[in-house]
């Protein structure tokens, strides 16, 4: 082992040698090289100066330098900035600018401008120092306003997506707000639909025990109903009926109007009807008439007086074909008295027995609540 690590001392220390051996031989060679260089030139400047123009001259002395500068120091290179002066007239960086905005997409865009063909002369200056600081100065304020402009029209486009984003969440809220009010308002109407079915229900129990009470059957509007066993009401007495019921449900301490403009129409309705029996016009109540509509069919029991003095519904109209004078005497005269006395006294069972089931709900409840 120790032979090879002599070994291996010694080849290493030969190759150090020849390489400094080298490197002098290197050396040498190339003092001699400079040597010859500069003896060939020394003769090549003993020769007349002759000018080549293979690659052109130099644009550098046709610009003024400070304007490049300034366009140095907007971000342009020396190449660009002094082909941009050179080729707008050299006098002002705004040319010079507006060409590079237009040009900066040009495959030779940072290529260098020489003159072929002529000799390289330095134009002499037409623009002093000061004038030259002058408009330097004014260049580097229309750039500042660039800048500025450029900040403001960025704000500008900021403030653009801004509003754009507060519509577009403006929308989204109400569209949010829209569904669900429909959401709010299709529960209310589940829920108006379930109560309609609880109250139906409640009437159904309570005509059902109304029924036990009296031993009778009550129709919907909690009358009693028609059947074998039930003796039928004469006309007067439906008339009668009627008006009673028109009367509980619009007491004349609080609806005194609606009575008296109903009534007025029945009067109007039996009077025409005695005056001229035959007349074809007074026979006839048509269902489209404005005064018919407000101050008869929209209240409770008007239809029945009418079909109780004799009126037929048939469809657009209603129509007495049989007269029954002594009934329409007797029906005005019932009207007449109910005009004159507002305030009448009726037994408790028979108000028992002719109240509306809405009315035996409330007065149920009523009670319920008192005890």
Do not use: W
Request: proline fraction near 2%; include cysteine; hydrophobic fraction near 30%.
């Amino acid at each position: 082992s120790e032979m090879c690590i002599r070994d291996r001392y010694q080849r290493r220390v030969h190759g150090i040698y020849q390489d400094i051996m080298e490197d002098k031989v290197e050396a040498k060679t190339e003092v001699k090289e400079e040597g010859k260089k500069e003896e060939v030139k020394k003769e090549e400047e003993k020769k007349p100066e002759v000018k080549s123009f293979d690659q052109g001259m130099s644009i550098s002395g046709f610009v003024k330098q400070a304007l490049v500068e300034e366009l140095k120091d907007l971000g342009f290179s020396k190449n660009v900035s002094e082909k941009a002066l050179y080729l707008t007239g050299g006098l002002s960086t705004d040319k010079a600018i507006e060409y590079i905005e237009k040009h900066q997409n040009d495959a030779d865009f940072e290529e260098e401008l020489r003159i072929v063909g002529q000799e390289e002369e330095k134009p002499k200056s037409t623009m002093s120092d000061e004038d030259a600081k002058k408009k330097a100065k004014e260049l580097q304020e229309l750039a500042r306003k660039k800048r500025e402009e450029k900040d403001k029209q960025l704000e500008r486009d900021r403030e653009i997506d801004r509003i754009k984003g507060a519509k577009e969440l403006s929308g989204v809220k109400e569209k949010f707000e829209e569904q669900s009010m429909l959401r709010e308002a299709e529960n209310r109407k589940k829920e108006k639909i379930e109560t309609e079915k609880e109250l139906r229900k409640m009437e159904e129990q309570l005509l059902r025990d109304k029924e036990a009470r009296f031993g009778k059957k009550f129709g919907a509007d909690g009358k009693p109903a028609s059947g074998p066993g039930v003796v039928e009401k004469t006309p007067l007495e439906k008339a009668q009926s009627a008006v009673t019921f028109i009367k509980s449900i619009y007491p004349p301490d609080r609806h005194p109007d609606i009575l008296e403009n109903c009534f007025g129409m029945f009067k109007a309705y039996l009077g025409n009807l005695l005056k001229d029996p035959k007349n074809e016009k007074f026979r006839k109540i048509n269902k489209e008439n404005k005064a018919y509509k407000e101050r008869v069919a929209t209240v409770k029991g008007g239809i029945n007086f009418l079909k109780a003095v004799g009126f037929e519904d048939k469809e657009t109209i209603f129509e007495i074909t049989k007269i029954d004078e002594k009934l329409i005497q007797a029906a005005l005269a019932l009207l007449e008295q109910t005009s004159h006395h507002h305030h009448f006294t009726v037994s408790y069972t028979h108000l028992r027995a002719h109240e509306t089931l809405r009315y035996l709900v409330c007065r149920l409840l009523l009670e319920k609540k008192k005890n």
